[in-house]
T-cell receptor
Framework: NAGVTQTPKFQVLKTGQSMTLQCAQD?????MSWYRQDPGMGLRLIHY???????DQGEVPNGYNVSRSTTEDFPLRLLSAAPSQTSVYFC????????????FGPGTRLTVT | AQKVTQAQTEISVVEKEDVTLDCVYE???????LFWYKQPPSGELVFLIR??????QNEISGRYSWNFQKSTSSFNFTITASQVVDSAVYFC?????????FGAGTRLTVKP
C-alpha cells in the first residue's frame, strides 16, 4: 500500500493563479481531510469529507474548494492564490472520522509570491 | 469551540533527562478524543497515541507515558530518558464530530 500520497511536493504560484493539490489514498478510507500548517499555529483543518460525494468546511475554508467524486481522491483547489495561502498542506485519511488515528501524506509546500 | 493549548513553544534538554510536554484542551462535548503526533525534522506526521474522553487510564509505551486528567482538562506527555532521536515537534490534538484542532506544537530538542 502506498498510503496517502500528495502531489506536487513543492509549488510556487503567483498571486491570482489557480491550482489543484492532489491527494489520494489506497486504504479504502471513508474520511479524508486537508490541513494547512503555518509556523507557530499547528495544523488547521481546511475541509473534510466523510465519504464520496460529501464534503464539509473545517476551521479555515476560505479560498479553498474541494470535491470527492471517488473514495480514493480528495483534491484541494485554490481558485485565486494569495500570499496568505503560503503554507505546508497536509492531506490525511482515516477509516472513519477524526476519532481514530489519521494517516497523513508527506505534505505539499506551497509558496505564493 | 474546541481549543488546544500547548504553552511550551520550545524545550531543550540533555540526553537522558526526563521531559514533560503539556497539553490543555477546551471542549463543551462529553465525547471527544485526544491525540499526540510527532513531527520529526523530515516533516511527516507520526501518530503516537489516542485517548477517548471516557478512558482516563494513564498509558505507558516504552519510554513514553501519557497522563490524562479530565478534572484539569490536560493530556500531558512524558518522555523518560530522552534520546537525540526524540528531537521533533510534538502536537497535541482534540477531535470531536469530524472536526480536529491541533495545538501550536512544542519543539523538543534533545542534545547529546
Amino acid at each position: 500500500n502506498a498510503g496517502v500520497t500528495q502531489t506536487p511536493k513543492f509549488q510556487v504560484l503567483k498571486t491570482g493563479q489557480s491550482m489543484t493539490l492532489q491527494c489520494a489514498q489506497d486504504m479504502n478510507h471513508e474520511y479524508m481531510s486537508w490541513y494547512r500548517q503555518d509556523p507557530g499555529m499547528g495544523l488547521r483543518l481546511i475541509h473534510y469529507s466523510v465519504g464520496a460525494g460529501i464534503t464539509d468546511q473545517g476551521e479555515v475554508p476560505n479560498g479553498y474548494n474541494v470535491s470527492r467524486s471517488t473514495t480514493e481522491d480528495f483534491p484541494l483547489r485554490l481558485l485565486s492564490a494569495a500570499p496568505s495561502q503560503t503554507s505546508v498542506y497536509f492531506c490525511a485519511s482515516s477509516y472513519s472520522g477524526t476519532g481514530i488515528e489519521q494517516y497523513f501524506g508527506p505534505g505539499t509546500r506551497l509558496t505564493v509570491t | 469551540a474546541q481549543k488546544v493549548t500547548q504553552a511550551q513553544t520550545e524545550i531543550s534538554v540533555v540526553e537522558k533527562e526526563d521531559v514533560t510536554l503539556d497539553c490543555v484542551y477546551e471542549t463543551r462535548d462529553t465525547t471527544y478524543y485526544l491525540f499526540w503526533y510527532k513531527q520529526p525534522p523530515s516533516g511527516e506526521l507520526v501518530f503516537l497515541i489516542r485517548r477517548n474522553s471516557f478512558d482516563e487510564q494513564n498509558e505507558i509505551s516504552g519510554r513514553y507515558s501519557w497522563n490524562f486528567q479530565k478534572s484539569t482538562s490536560s493530556f500531558n506527555f512524558t518522555i523518560t530518558a530522552s534520546q537525540v532521536v526524540d528531537s521533533a515537534v510534538y502536537f497535541c490534538a482534540l477531535s470531536d464530530n469530524n472536526d480536529m484542532r491541533f495545538g501550536a506544537g512544542t519543539r523538543l530538542t534533545v542534545k547529546p
